[in-house]
């Protein structure tokens, strides 16, 4: 059993995965080349710096393949805009004051209950000139905050003016506007007819001959739409006299919808050689596509396209699309001009797609984000910065000269007010019919964030948890994973093992406080901390002490323990061990100041290959030195360095430290400024996590401390020139390539760690990782199919229960995100009958789903992930079009028919039985 538990661990595709999970590279996205153009004098001179996305990942040693490749919109709308969302049509404080350099501002406030939950919360958004930014804070009834409270966690410490709230219902309206200034909801493309050997928009202009494959391709894109009378989005087309056009392509994607500008259906005329009114529109299109079709076998013939061709000063991204007729393929290469950010999907190697479907997923998903990272350009961004600033100003002025003082509140005073006066209440009710009325307009126009209930399909995303244990009884404190099917985990009634579809038992009674704990399958061993003032220490065993029918019923007390203890350890409140995958493994153990530097004698492969030899417990670890920090640690990182100069990254208050394991030579890495108001509460800077990560082979750390992460190089002073920001301040900080996920104590929040982008949210209430080693385990309160409120209602009819009785605990509800799903490999094996699924799996996301005729074919497995298809018809009805997901945008989700069911899914092996039950769900 010994040798079967090392190899099940070493060397398998799960702990290859695992290893890699925090290794990235941005050669993915392309590399920055300075093109040149030739004059008529032979002569070259620069066209531009533009980053060229070709799939090509010459001189690196990873493959990358479709599968690799996941298919998101990045911060999609109906989860960046959240006044729309959480704050009209319901009662929220808006305030505006003025900072200490005389700029105006806003703050928007609401106490809203995420999808149900039970769970309220404070949202906040603070509008200036640079942009708006979002914080999400827990909600006390007891403690309520203040304005100058939350103002703090913008980093707003004084004020030239004091924050006035504002009582008149029509500046959300004024609100509302200044949120529709980080970007359109609906997007316009243009779409450009070339042929081989063409060098100048002029030419690709005057083509006017169509051919059938650049048809069929207008068509794949979209639906063909007459103009005359069109009144849906407009895309800047003429739709009462056919001046630009007759005819155009239009469709809808997961609620935006997007207007093609094709060169060859807009106005063509044969006196004006640059064929102005094309260019007209299409020069003005953020995102060009360029069209060529190549009869060449060779499958690495490509147009000679470069951008300096298309003479725009606005365009800055132009996808280049080759269509070989031979094999009916589409290959894509993407050009960005230097100043765009990263943005996603990353092409595939080779960037060639032989299904149309899956070619179009991937293209509109390309544009839509190439145009979102485009206005985030100095441009677009100076623009959008004075457009800000005018805004702000005209509310500012505007609105301060309100003189009601009947309603003016304090500073100081709390958002919620206990009580309130019949008059006070007139004017709640006037300011919610005025944004109810407000929000009701904005969807009938369009020009709503939506969600992907719109376009009425499945959507399955790699993050979507799998059940594994319904009804675990105990708040759990640690815990950490073994092998496939089991966790052992640690709670204040003991430590049990729980495997998936059986009983849980008891390994530690209570007497054992386990704090911290790991399981290092490499080596058979079971490593924690007992946790009781002074008298911590680490005890270790061995993992099949806990294996066989005699030792399944064996429940070890305080006794049972002291010969698996490492004396050396006694005081210690901390630990950590170096990363899986490691030649050997390490611990590092904080008493106090003091670090403890501990080796385990053996290798990996030595415990591997020799297995009977290999019994050694408590002196199986060495003790090397002795290192001394300059505060008792909070967090430790070990990190792996070249050569066995290997590395500790420790922090305490608000600063992390790299402390070097040889000499104990001491790096200051980085310092954490706290404000001064967070300062004079004696609030300190809450320190998540220090991720060890590699970028193309190279260390470097994500420091994560309240809700910033922040990107340090260890082998430079500087470090990339971007920091993103969470909403909700994490508890905990996972990554898993391409994702980097961030858990607080009611939400999951998942973005790209390329570009720090959002991809998706998910609120659950009671929320803990359990442990990420491998798969990503968490607990929550949340069920399958709702809320703890909902089971609640569940239960109304039950008796009462005795005063003398104990309060029961709501049971924990343990689920698990696979790793090798977020990495975009997707496992398709099917479970033995001997170990079937448990019947009351479900998952935590319940989509709606409807059929399309331009869903991917059931019988072939795309190669990409499919998440998204398209609606049949690419047009919105009167009851589906803009429809925001969730309890808290106050717009009610869409659900399928009596007889509607959803189409087969490659994910169909793994995650588990969807639930359309409940209207309430995460799923957006």
């Known amino acids: 059993m010994l040798g079967t538990v090392g190899r099940d661990c070493f060397g398998t595709p799960t702990t290859d995965l695992t290893v890699r999970r925090d290794a990235f590279s941005r050669r993915q996205y392309g590399s920055v080349e300075t093109l040149t153009l030739m004059d008529d004098d032979c002569k070259s001179h620069s066209a531009g710096r533009f980053r060229i996305e070709s799939g090509d990942l010459e001189g690196s040693d990873e493959v990358s393949s479709p599968v690799a490749s996941p298919v998101h919109l990045e911060n999609p709308e109906f989860q960046t805009r959240w006044y729309f969302k959480y704050f009209l049509g319901k009662l929220h404080q808006n305030y505006v004051g003025i900072d200490t350099e005389k700029d105006p501002f806003i703050l928007s406030v609401v106490v809203t209950d995420a999808n149900n939950h039970n769970v309220p919360q404070y949202r906040a958004v603070l509008w200036r000139k640079n942009g708006a930014k979002r914080v999400c804070l827990p909600y006390n009834p007891q403690k309520p905050q203040t304005v100058k409270g939350i103002l703090s966690h913008f980093e707003l410490e004084k004020f030239e003016k004091g924050p006035k709230e504002i009582f008149d219902p029509d500046i959300q309206k004024d609100i509302l506007v200044l949120e529709e200034q980080e970007g359109s909801i609906n997007f316009k493309f243009g779409v450009v007819y070339a ?13 006017d001959d169509p051919s059938q494959s650049f048809n069929s391709f207008s068509d794949l894109l979209g639906d063909r739409i007459k103009l005359k009378g069109w009144e849906k989005f407009k895309g800047g087309l003429d739709v009462k006299s056919n001046a630009t056009g007759t005819e155009s392509i239009y469709t809808v994607y997961e609620g935006h919808e997007i207007m093609f500008h094709v060169s060859t259906l807009l106005p063509h005329s044969l006196e004006n050689k640059q064929q102005v009114e094309r260019k007209r529109h299409i020069g003005n299109d953020i995102v060009n596509i360029l069209f ?332 090397v030195r002795e ?95 971007f920091d993103f920001n969470w909403n909700s301040e994490p508890s905990d900080i996972v990554c898993a390539f391409p994702y980097v996920m961030a858990f607080t104590a009611d939400s999951i929040e998942i973005r790209l760690i390329i570009n720090g982008n959002l991809v998706h949210a998910m609120s659950q209430p009671g929320l803990s990782l359990i442990t990420s080693k491998c798969d990503i ?106 429809d925001s997901s969730g309890s808290d945008s106050g717009i009610s989700i869409l659900r399928p028919g009596n007889n509607s069911s959803p189409p087969d899914s490659p994910y169909q092996q793994t995650i588990c039985t969807l639930d359309f039950s409940h209207q309430e769900t995460d799923l957006v």
């Open 195 to 207: 042929k081989e050997n063409q060098v100048s928009d002029e030419e690709f202009y005057s083509n």
């Open 292 to 623: 060529y079709e190549s009869s060449s076998p060779d499958p690495q013939a490509f147009p000679q396209f470069k951008p300096c061709m298309m003479r725009s000063r606005f365009t800055h991204i132009f996808a280049v699309v080759c269509y070989n007729t031979c094999d009916r393929s589409y290959k894509l290469n993407v050009f960005s001009e230097e100043s765009v950010p990263l943005f996603g999907p990353p092409l595939p190697s080779p960037p060639v797609f032989h299904d149309a479907d899956e070619f179009r997923e991937f293209l509109l998903v390309k544009l839509i984000n190439g145009e979102k990272a485009a206005v985030n350009n100095p441009l677009f961004a100076q623009k959008r910065e004075r457009t800000l600033e005018m805004l702000i100003k005209n509310i500012h002025q505007g609105y301060m000269m309100e003189t009601n003082k009947l309603y003016r509140r304090a500073f100081s005073d709390v958002i919620q007010d206990a009580h309130i006066s019949r008059k006070e209440e007139a004017r709640r009710s006037e300011y919610l019919r005025v944004g109810q009325t407000l929000k009701v307009k904005t969807i009938l126009k369009g020009d709503a964030p939506t969600s992907l209930v719109t376009t009425g399909l499945l959507k399955r995303e790699p993050w979507e948890p799998q059940s594994f244990c319904m009804d675990f009884p105990h708040p759990i404190i640690c815990g950490d994973s073994w092998g496939d099917n089991k966790l052992i985990l640690s709670t204040e009634n003991g430590t049990f093992i729980v495997e998936e579809g059986l009983n849980h038992r008891s390994i530690f009674d209570k007497s054992v406080p386990v704090k911290q704990l790991d399981v290092v399958e490499a080596h058979n061993l079971l490593i924690f901390r007992c946790d009781k003032g002074k008298e911590g220490k680490i005890y270790v065993y061995r993992l099949n002490d806990f294996e066989g029918e005699v030792l399944d019923k064996v429940t070890r007390g305080k006794a049972e323990c002291r010969e698996n203890r490492i004396e050396k350890t006694k005081g210690c409140h901390l630990y950590a061990l170096s990363r899986q995958g490691a030649s050997h493994l390490r611990m590092v153990v904080a008493i106090q100041k003091r670090l403890l530097l501990f080796t385990w004698k053996h290798s990996v492969a030595w415990s591997t290959w020799c297995p009977t030899v290999d019994f050694e417990i408590v002196d199986g670890f060495n003790f």
């Open 627 to 721: 290192l001394q920090a300059f505060d008792s640690p909070q967090l430790i990182t070990l990190i792996d360095g070249v050569r066995d100069d290997n590395q500790i990254c420790v922090g305490y208050k608000n600063q992390f430290d790299l402390i070097n394991e040889k000499n104990g030579d001491t790096l200051q890495l980085y310092q954490v400024e706290a404000n001064k108001i967070l300062r004079k509460r004696k609030i300190e800077v809450n320190l998540v996590a220090a991720l060890d990560i590699y970028e193309d082979e190279e260390s470097e750390l994500l420091l994560c401390y309240n809700h910033v992460s922040h990107f340090q190089k260890l082998s430079e002073e500087t470090s990339h020139d």
């Open 777 to 882: 385990y968490f607990c929550t309160l949340a069920g399958p199919g709702g809320s703890p409120k909902e089971k609640s209602t569940e239960q109304r009819y039950t008796p009462p229960s005795s005063p003398s009785a104990k309060t029961l605990r709501p049971p924990q509800y343990i689920y698990k995100i696979p790793l090798s799903c977020l990495a975009g490999q997707m496992t398709t094996t099917d479970k033995s009958p001997m170990n079937p699924t448990p019947p009351h799996q479900s998952t935590l996301l319940a989509p709606v789903a409807q059929n399309g005729d331009r869903s991917p074919s059931n019988k072939r497995r795309s190669p990409l992930l499919r998440t998204k298809c398209i609606h049949p018809s690419g047009e919105k009805t009167a009851s589906d079009r803009h």
